[in-house]
Structure formats: structure tokens, C-alpha cells
């Protein structure tokens, strides 16, 4: 999976709710049908923190960042909407190609 894709899939997830690592993938195979590698996603949860797109949920929480409660920031929820209406632009582009959606 793409980094971009896992940091979009953890930023979707989390804004329904804080959760730790472990609650996060949880809820991406609910949603996909797939769990994230270790990699893919502490390595996206590390990136979006970095952007500040999502912070500890508890600024003193714990320091092991498999088990630190994540949210999602204002700035990420912003950076959500414009992929996700991105994502329906494209969508519906491909589907009108295929003669699937409205012309």
C-alpha cells in the first residue's frame, strides 16, 4: 500500500475518534478489508504526527508510540476533506468513462 493511502486511511479513521495503534488498524480492515503492516502504519502515524496532522490524544500520555491515543487536528481534518473530495472527483470521472455514472 502506498504511504499516502495508509495516511489517508489513518486520518479517515480518526476522525470518527481517538485511538491507539492497535484500534486504528482495527478499524481499517473494518473499512478495507485489509490490516496495515507495522511499517505502513506507524510509519504514516509518524509522518501525519510530523505534518501535525494528528497529535496525542493526552499530551502526557505514554511515551511507546504503539500504545499513544491518537486524534486528528483541525489542520487534518481540513487535509481530509480536500483528499476525500479529490478522491470523488476522480471517482466519478472514472465512472462516467466506464458509462457507470452520470454524464
Known amino acids: ?33 485489509r490490516r496495515l503492516g507495522p511499517g505502513s502504519l506507524y510509519g504514516a502515524l509518524s509522518r501525519l504526527e510530523a505534518r ?17 491515543t491518537m486524534r486528528i487536528t483541525d489542520a487534518g481534518r481540513e487535509q481530509l476533506r480536500v483528499e476525500l473530495q479529490q478522491m470523488a472527483r476522480i471517482s466519478a470521472a472514472g465512472l462516467r468513462a466506464l458509462g457507470i455514472g452520470p454524464a
Do not use: C, F, W
Open 1 to 33: 500500500m502506498h504511504s499516502n493511502d495508509a495516511q489517508m486511511l489513518v486520518l479517515t479513521v480518526l476522525a470518527d475518534g481517538p485511538r491507539h495503534g492497535y484500534a486504528i488498524n482495527t478499524a481499517i480492515e473494518k473499512l478495507t478489508g
Open 52 to 68: 501535525e496532522l494528528i497529535r496525542p490524544a493526552d499530551e502526557a500520555g505514554e511515551a511507546q508510540e504503539r500504545h499513544r
